[in-house]
């Protein structure tokens, strides 16, 4: 008996096709993948280590351990659903910390609250010139934000002559890290508000409606009537806030600010949960319920690994592993539909 | 016109004969492109290859340089017959196609580009011999009139009529003798083209032969020695070229009278007041175009490709640079971009459906209030989206032009695409739009949504906006519009309306028959 492999022949003609068990099995697997390897983490992980790991302070702490990387990556989410790379975010988390530790440690600005929104506003105007540059200078996000960063980090290091501030920094900043809203530590709150607000923005406001619609085809949008530039200028400045933020509850929690390699850390696993979350629900789409969920795999897997006494290395394997997996399944969906 | 010219047909292949093509047809399912085509070419000839767009001498070209394979019929190189199965064996036999923007890649130097085909020379069997490639080049450019120009040079700095010369010089570097221009001078200025003719000449007089394919007939009589034309796949007659004059050539090109399919378009209801008026509108092409369209009109604006009807819509909707003066409403609009076209009410349904006209991931809905999120917003200052009146606002219009969709959420990728095109001419019935820029809205759609998108066209006329509507299939003109504006050289040659709406007077007047 000769058995004949069923290759589905991609048929020309018909605008559409028809969508075969294996088609809808793909489907399923790349939308719900990600929450069900999310679930099965946590129950793997439960019932592995009930006592530890299966507790609501252990749940606290992941979530505390992943909200400086969840916002700086729902931040940069914004950034992609235009489809801009914002590599500056690094530095910009790291030009965050920096200047407002330094401001309120030599007394420049006393208030922390008035530090903190100046640097927002810092953040926003350098973000917007990260926006220019890309939609008025014709330069690609991802060259136009690897300069601006390297700027940034020549800056900061300028600025602090490579020293560290140890001292000096007021409690009513440091609350920003380290304190708590009944049991919930500071950061995490920070991460809910930052989320549910980038949720509203993107899901139902005319701006977010026209950045997806920018992302999805620029060149529809544009002959809709949309001024499809600017909105560069808006995705880059709210990228570069949430980095400056991130940066900030750094600073806020470890009560130091340091000038270098504070965002680094983040930088790359924030595009890894941005696009995972790409491949959760919504195919191909970035959005904040699925940069959350990636931001949520990671900040679990890592605790899970390290409350095993799971090596380092094994962590950075894993999670390139599910990163893999993750945009492997979105890509070949994206590509079965076309 | 009164002397009819009888073709010249000729009978059996003469020696000096480089190309014939016997009785070639090819078969499309449902479509016979090539219907017993014959077609010769001689040693050192410039041999005018015309007829209107979808005559089949796009399909005869791909048969002779092997891109497609005939059904039956044969071709013969030198009286021997070849099978020409790809196209590399169709430069083996010496055929090559310059296309209209030509064949070459941009960022690579001349060098590069014209011996991309025949292989730069190696040396020391790895490294390349740029010396003696480049002297090859030279070799070649001076063969084609190019002497001075450095090999080195990338081709994105050349001029138009350079670039031109260097497809023909690449054409040359694989030894091609049969060498298919096709539309090769749409991007030239009148003096390039006079240079390009030149050349061209003096390779004939070397014995190679010229295929031309071009639209603007003037040229024909310039360069040509011979002029094939073809109608609906079929060989109307080859001609000596002196044997024709303009006029008559464009009356083989367009033929017999055509019958107008019975649901061709009846009377409109009476127009009203102007919606639209352009005058003087300047750009590329045209040069000083001015009409008007009024409120339950359907104007065409018909002509060849290239010639104006393109840039008219460009203009309008600020895609391009143009001079003049816009006025909608009686009120002068400023237009440079799209935005700002969309402001004074414009609203275009473009050529490319899914690359200019839908989000393909985005819903029904999300497509359709595109361009009017303003009038869905709940205050001024969150703007937050109104989802439950988009969708009441998006269900009535989407019943109003019957569109089929599993739901208003469906991703518009899922729809067929005449429903794509009805969720784009909904976007601008939302923003309300009083004049619609239809852009070829029927390309790539069955001929059942064909005539749904006609009446479309009608009710929005009907409905009290301006319609400005081209094509590139001329018929269509007959059954939509109320009357056609036929574009010659960039200026109006003439309007055409009711009876006189004939796909035969559009193409007279667009190839710049003279007389009547």
Known sequence: MTSTASVSEPQVAGPRRQTSASDRLIDVASRYGTIVSLVVCVLIFSALRPDVFATTQNFLNILNQVSILGIIALGLTVALVQGLFDLSLASMATLGGFMVTKWLAEGTISSPVLAVVLMLLVALVIGCLNGIVVAYGGVSAFIATLAVGSILTGVVLGISKSATILSGIPDGFLV???????????????????????????????????????GGNAETARLSGIAVKRYALIALGISAMCAALGGMIVAANLGVGRPQGVGDTYLLDSFAAAFIGASTLRPGRFHIIGTVIGVLLIGVINNGLSIMGVETFWQYAVRGMILLLAVFGASFLVARRR | MTNTVEPGREVASRPGTLLQVKGAVKDYPGQRALDHMDFDLRVGEVHALLGENGAGKSTLIKAVSGVISLTSGTVEMDGVEVDVRNPQRAQGLGVSVVHQHGNLVADLSVTENVLMV??????????VDWKGAHRRVRDLLDRVGLGGLDPRREVSTLGAHESAMVAVAKALASNARVIILDEPTTALQPAEVDTLFGQMRRLAAEGIGFVFVTHRLGEVFKVCDRITVMRDGRLVGTWQSDELDHDSLVDQLVGPEKSIAQDAFVGGSTPGDVVLEVRDLTGDVLRGLSFEARSGEVVGVASLPGEGAGEVVESLYGMCRASGEIVIEGRRRRIRSPEQAVAAGIGLVPRDRLAQGLVADMSVRENATLASTRSFVSDPVLRLMRRGRERIRVGEVMDRLNLKASSLEAEVRTLSGGNQQKVVIGRWLLRRSKVYLLDSPTAAVDVHTKAEIYALARQLADDGAAVIFTSTELEEFARVCDRVLVLHDGMVAGELSGDDNTVNSIMRLSFGRKSD
């Open chain 1, 176 to 214: 920003m890290g380290q304190g708590k809203v009944g049991p919930v530590p500071a950061p995490v709150v920070f991460l809910a508000i930052v989320a549910v607000l980038l949720y509203v923005f993107l899901e139902q406001t005319q701006v977010g409606r026209h950045m997806y619609a920018i």
């Open chain 2, 118 to 127: 025949d292989g730069l020379g190696r040396r020391a069997g790895v490294l």
